[in-house]
């Protein structure tokens, strides 16, 4: 009796592991997938506020068409970016830092400033772009919890017997620190 008992805790103990380890990859696996949806919802609802914030601001700032193009060209260069998180992050830097540089030369105009629907659309925009940088913090949490169990020994052996591996962070820079105004004594 005590050699099958001795048999079965050899069999069964490092099955357990291999089962435990493995429902745990998969879920820091599906945990990352379904965080990445939320910032994908994020950089859409983003996407779908420039057109009608360059609309309003058409009428008010006709010396900056060049700017509105540009900040038109690169959401559309962000809307077809469906690759990894890396590769979106580019495009997406150069949208923040073209946003930043419309919503600074907009300050010129008092007219548009006043204007409700400006000043809504423009709400809406910090207001995502919060969702946003929360999205993009939990996803990355997700990201450092899979790649945790992806590279920790054992459960490094158990993610590598069945193909997991590690996910990309998704780094975009935040330029509202270095806008933020700066007050000196």
Same mark, same amino acid.
């Given at each position: 009796?005590?050699?099958?008992?001795?048999? $079965?805790?050899?069999? #069964?103990?490092? !099955?357990?592991?291999?089962?435990?380890? =493995?429902?745990? *990859?998969?879920?820091?696996? /599906?945990?990352?997938?379904?965080?990445?949806?939320?910032?994908?919802?994020?950089?859409?609802?983003r996407y779908n506020l420039i057109p009608n914030l360059v609309n309003t601001v058409?009428?008010?700032?006709?010396?900056?068409?060049?700017?509105?193009?540009?900040?038109?060209?690169?959401?559309?260069?962000?809307?077809?970016?469906?690759?990894?998180?890396?590769?979106?992050?580019?495009?997406?830097?150069? $949208?923040?830092?073209? #946003?930043?540089? !419309?919503?600074?030369?907009?300050?010129? =105009?008092?007219? *548009?400033?006043?204007?409700? /629907?400006?000043?809504?659309?423009?709400?809406?925009?910090?207001?995502?772009?919060?969702?946003?940088?929360?999205?993009?913090?939990?996803?990355?949490?997700?990201?450092?919890?899979?790649?945790?169990?992806?590279?920790?020994i054992p459960s490094n052996i158990i993610a590598s017997m069945f193909g997991f591996?590690?996910?990309?962070?998704?780094?975009?820079?935040?330029?509202?620190?270095?806008?933020?105004?700066?007050?000196?004594?």
């Open positions: 009796m005590l050699p099958l008992i001795i048999l $079965l805790l050899v069999v #069964l103990v490092p !099955l357990l592991f291999v089962v435990v380890t =493995y429902n745990h *990859l998969v879920n820091a696996r /599906n945990s990352c997938s379904e965080a990445w949806s939320g910032v994908d919802t994020e950089l859409q609802r058409k009428g008010y700032a006709k010396h900056e068409r060049e700017l509105l193009e540009s900040v038109t060209r690169l959401r559309e260069e962000c809307v077809r970016s469906t690759g990894s998180p890396e590769s979106q992050a580019e495009p997406e830097n150069r $949208l923040i830092r073209a #946003l930043g540089t !419309l919503m600074a030369r907009l300050e010129r =105009y008092p007219d *548009l400033k006043a204007s409700e /629907n400006f000043l809504q659309l423009q709400r809406e925009l910090v207001n995502t772009e919060d969702r946003l940088q929360a999205a993009r913090r939990f996803y990355n949490g997700n990201v450092r919890e899979n790649n945790n169990l992806v590279q920790s591996g590690l996910r990309e962070y998704f780094e975009i820079d935040d330029t509202r620190a270095a806008d933020a105004p700066k007050v000196e004594a």
